[in-house]
């Protein structure tokens, strides 16, 4: 059941994919660990959000087409799949994003659902006013997706064990999480907002 505490927020689960975890094409450090954290949030909130990258084979990020990255994430790939051990039995609704081949994006907030609607209106129709963010990584997209939920007028908690970096450079990560925090996000734990000691 969910806690009542969160009735007017949401859970987003930033790209927790294959490909972004140990053993897949684009690998955050320790990407699988932000799962437990996950799935022991899951429950307190009344609505989950999944997000993805969902890129075609051609996407404009890749290296083989003069973007930064190999290959990752490719649409209908295991490696696109969400991670096998997070808990997808209470999800709410799932959005996808850089989906074709000249789109790019970081934030989630450019990404949709099934039905064509963004992740801002399934959000306001379900009345949420405060996101926590978890996932990865936290120098890319949840950094995106935070600072766009700040310019959304959301108010934003990054959850900071649920979270891991790519660190292209060492410090990106502390570096995305002093920009969110100077933004105005609310930097937590776990611990913290499931109020356990």
């Not at 190999?70 to 209470?90: F, I, K, M, N, Y």
Request: net charge negative.
């Amino acid at each position: 059941m969910s806690d009542a505490r969160f009735n007017d927020s949401v859970l987003v689960l930033v790209d927790i994919q294959n490909d972004f975890c140990p053993g897949g094409a684009l690998a955050v450090r320790e990407g699988d660990q932000v799962v437990p954290v996950a799935n022991r949030l899951i429950p307190r909130f009344p609505v989950v959000v999944t997000t993805q990258d969902w890129h075609p084979a051609d996407h404009c990020s890749f290296k083989t087409q003069g973007g930064p990255w190999p290959p990752h994430c490719v649409q209908g790939s295991r490696g696109a799949e969400l991670h096998p051990d997070l808990d997808q039995s209470r999800i709410t609704f799932h959005v996808r994003k850089a989906f074709t081949r000249h789109a790019d994006s970081y934030s989630e907030f450019a990404g949709a659902d099934g039905q064509g609607r963004s992740l801002d209106d399934l959000l306001r129709k379900h009345e949420v006013k405060r996101l926590y963010v978890v996932g990865l990584a936290t120098d890319y997209c949840v950094r995106a997706t935070v600072l766009d939920g700040l310019q959304h007028g959301y108010e934003v908690f990054v959850i900071t064990d649920g979270i891991r970096a790519v660190n292209v450079h060492p410090d990106d990560g502390a570096k995305a999480l002093a920009e969110m925090k100077q933004a105005g996000a609310h930097l937590v734990t776990s611990k913290e907002v499931l109020a356990l000691d």
